[in-house]
């Protein structure tokens, strides 16, 4: 049964779900409440949408459209559509299955990853899926099966011959070593094409830090021509449709800050499968502040992630470094951005453990893929990036992404508004609390406010005199800075020893 | 930080959700993305809603409220509201912990309940809390420790003396005994004040079914009112504040229906607590199409019953009936209660299971609370059903809840579309389908819509000749009729054997 309505589109955002306004007495007559779905169709396209009701703003015959909606797809003004009352949709059968303990095939997770991609379960129905892994541990062959599924109900981008990648598992502040890794590959002529996300919990993701440089949202067509002309990109995942279920799991994933280890490597895993990717080195930090705390998890995890890469035939080298230490000095989008420019134009104050990471991280992927020999690879990234053809191709790309090739690592705009924080006494820095860090660049704005964040003077192990510019501060008003003042009253982010 | 903002009534409701709508460079400007919680406070008042954001209809300065929000509380026009964006709750560090499979004490689940009532806690966290039931059983000790809190979170509506209590764990269509079983026991002069669900899942609950015969919304103070005159109400505790955390719970389990017997357990016993019950008769329908598939099940869940109700002194008898057989000839809200009415008053068409168990339960109830003899209780129920006194009870609280007390069996309205189903061969009707008897009965519109419904002409064990009239569909449309004849073309409601 279904019902013809005239659209109107409203000017409102939820940022998380499809909502279509029905007028109340209308919707009740069909048998529909708030919190309903409803399946709405035009020509030949349909979108799934949760009803909510009004009495006034609505009238009979006439059906709101939020901008989740519209935003997303085009629907011209006046449209007619079809609405149909939706029954409970059968993944939630599957849901329910692993819910209660028991084991899904492949069949059962594509169900669910297409139902959560097409827009058909609930968040709360997605957010039951979730707590589901906390019921049964998945098993291995459970984890291949998601992996598969999540990539497959998504768009899949092909480049021919070899593509490489190089993926970090996030969790250390700053850490912004892909903006420098793609450049020196790509100049080297291997096929990188790097999609990152956006920060979540983090104060800056790799998309949000190059989007200081660059625009990062390209359609699909747009990526293969860069790719194709010169070799990288860096642009943001999320404008595609790759494993697009990731993104809505993700969001349910948020009010937790719960990543069980499972749903994280599938999510990278369906990523690369959707981008077909052919060798993979995946950065993972541990230590007790970061995502993995202890090298007995860490080993745990890269048997996964080998497990899931073999099934794929995916060449992979999981790298994991001991460290609760930010690798840069800058955290927030515009401060990390100025520590790469400055790594990538070799100036005289870049952040040398930012370098060397990357290089690392580089010679690792340049041996894996053999095109270097092994125990050569760093020298070979060196090479690259010392000479110039790292920065020169790092042009290139902000160029073909809409920004300017020229800048300056000075010319980025930081926060207004600053306050210097010093050595309460003299002594050797024994500890940085990575995870403060991040606490205080988000309430400084990061990542939402590109120009907030803390810049770090000193780092673990420097020796440093009372009085001595430790970290600053950086916000676009002083109403953060004072917030952030009030947060390091109670903690701050080194210890001084002796 | 905080701002302050006027506030703008919008005519949008969700039904779920308190949302409030910001200028999305405004909500950017103070950190606030939609999707994110904000405490909204005027004058000594505060609510906590979820912000979305919207470019035009918002101008700076404004904050829009949905209905959900004003509805409930009374903001004047004009107010200028202070939001502050909210950081997460205290209590989401709980939920992880049990998510983890660890027990939690008095205090974590009184805040969890706590946070859920005031608005604090999102759908999305509190569907972690309700999956976390899956992860590992509540303890009984648990099962304590969250009836209490539910309890305490919500308004405790107290009477003096005795106070008795008739519950039906549901699960059975029609069913309708508390409308029969409350004027018997009140018009035996106990204190019986009833508040009764609206149906989640099946075609009728109490409320929706007293509806059709008078209001059942009233506030805390009326009600006590109406019981301390007449002894017994039969009213929507969902207009009360009482456990109030449930009905959100209930909200979020409603989309896998799935509800965990220890939720169910809590959800009735908190309220029992909260309207200070000191002896309660609890129905229990066993039976595969039910909610208790079997005696193993009933009995363990009895066990359970009686230890909570023992840690708060409440005398508790759990009545186990296997059945699977609908009890009444109608199902959806007017069919039953005309069903009844028809019993109420004796008339000659009266369904007598529908009697007869109501009898049966008030008697348990009456030896239970010591008013009757063992043995002797149905027998006192009985008299006062025949000799018209539990009419005219009735009569009393139909006229103190602004109904009509002259109402006859015949005067309620059906729906006025029809569509007999008549016996395909004859034979013995061997097994009715009470779950396809729900389902056809919703598709009918009932509850939302109290006209429609399934009325038996027959039932289980009865003898019917080929072409005899089986049961009956009544629609407020065509359309809904068509509807449910499409799905009886694939299941039907009788087994007919020889």
Redesign the interface.
Known sequence: ?SYYLKIKK???????AN?A?LN?NEA?RY?I???DKVKISWQNKRIIAEA??????IKPGQIGLY?DIWEKRNIPVNTIVEIEFLE?APS?QA??KR???KKLTYDEFYQIFSDISSGVL????I??FV??G??RKYSNEELYFMTKAMAETGEILKFPGMVVDKHSVGGLAGNRTTMVVIPIIAALGLTIPKTSSRAITSPAGTSDTMEVLANVSFPADQIKKIVKKHGGCLVWGGGLNLAPADDKIL??SY????EPYSKMLVSIMAKKVATGVTHLIIDMPVGKTTKIPDMKTAKELEIKFKYIARRFGIKTKVIMIQTEDPVGRGVGPALEARDVLRVLQQKDNYPADLANKSIHLAGELLELAGEAKKGNGAQMAWKVLEDGRAWQKMQEIIKAQGGNPDIHPEDIVIGAHKKYFNAPKSGLISFTDNKMINTVARIL?AP??QLGGVYLNKEYGDRVKKGERLFTLYARSQ??I??ARKALEKKTIFKIGK
Chains 1, 2 share one sequence.
């Open positions: 049964m409203l000017d409102i955002k939820t940022g998380q909502i306004l109340v009740r048998g409440r708030a919190g909510n009701t009004s009495i006034k703003r901008k409970r939630v849901i329910k819910l209660l303990g609930t968040k709360t129905e957010t039951y707590a589901s906390f019921m969001k349910v009010p937790l800050s719960l704005g939402a406010d109403d953060k004072k917030l």
